[in-house]
Antibody
Framework: EVQLVESGGGLVQPGGSLRLSCSASGFTFSSYTMHWVRQAPEKGLEYVSGLRTRGPITYVADSVKGRFTISRDDSKSTLYLQMSGLRLDDTAIYYC????????????WGQGTLVTVTS | DIPMTQSPSTLSASLGDRVTITCRASHSLNNWLAWYQQKPGEAPKLLIYRASSLERGVPSRFSGGGSGTDFTLTINNLQPEDFATYYCQQYNDYSGTFGQGTKVEIK
């Protein structure tokens, strides 16, 4: 059974940093593209970033470019999102998502971790 | 980026109805289009990928159609568990943009 468990969310002040982690199990982690998708309170889904080991290929949305960095440790089956320069509008639930071996779509989702940026 | 326009934003329907949600892209997606269902307090769930392929375990009353830039999600015989918000997503390019969402409400 595929499982994705996010951690690392919490309260942070504007300008602060957080690192989200996503521990994966139930599949060969290194073979799949992994993504982060976020959802602000009462809003829609926003694609944040994706990373494929084979290639490799990395994509970061313009809204977080230069502030967020996606990475992965295939030996630990773990995906990361390093967030810095956090802004009020980064407040959201951040979902870890497993894509395909090529890129998308989002076949499996974690339960999400809440990041709240507040002064 | 490929902007995605989803409509309607809200849809009121009754049990047993057939409903259709549309999604339009600014560029051809080569059918790299997915549909998701999200219920309050839950993570989204993949329903349809490659425009018309049903994800394993998803009831057959859900179907996807269209090609190029225009796509549809159809739900036949609407069931109580289908009242939720639905999103389209393009994955023709790496930006993975989502539509704005369609909330299916009980009439």
């Amino acid at each position: 059974e595929v499982q994705l468990v996010e951690s690392g969310g919490g309260l942070v002040q504007p300008g602060g940093s957080l690192r989200l982690s996503c521990s994966a199990s139930g599949f060969t982690f290194s073979s799949y593209t992994m993504h982060w998708v976020r959802q602000a309170p009462e809003k829609g889904l926003e694609y944040v970033s994706g990373l494929r080991t084979r290639g490799p290929i990395t994509y970061v949305a313009d809204s977080v470019k230069g502030r967020f960095t996606i990475s992965r440790d295939d030996s630990k089956s773990t995906l990361y999102l390093q967030m810095s320069g956090l802004r009020l509008d980064d407040t959201a639930i951040y979902y870890c998502v497993r894509g395909d071996v090529s890129w998308g779509p989002a076949h499996y989702w974690g339960q999400g971790t809440l990041v709240t940026v507040t002064s | 980026d490929i902007p995605m326009t989803q409509s309607p934003s809200t849809l009121s329907a009754s049990l047993g109805d057939r409903v259709t949600i549309t999604c339009r892209a600014s560029h051809s997606l080569n059918n790299w289009l997915a549909w998701y269902q999200q219920k309050p307090g839950e993570a989204p769930k993949l329903l349809i990928y490659r425009a018309s392929s049903l994800e394993r375990g998803v009831p057959s009353r859900f179907s996807g159609g269209g090609s190029g830039t225009d796509f549809t999600l159809t739900i036949n015989n609407l069931q109580p568990e289908d009242f939720a918000t639905y999103y389209c997503q393009q994955y023709n390019d790496y930006s993975g943009t989502f539509g704005q969402g369609t909330k299916v409400e009980i009439k």
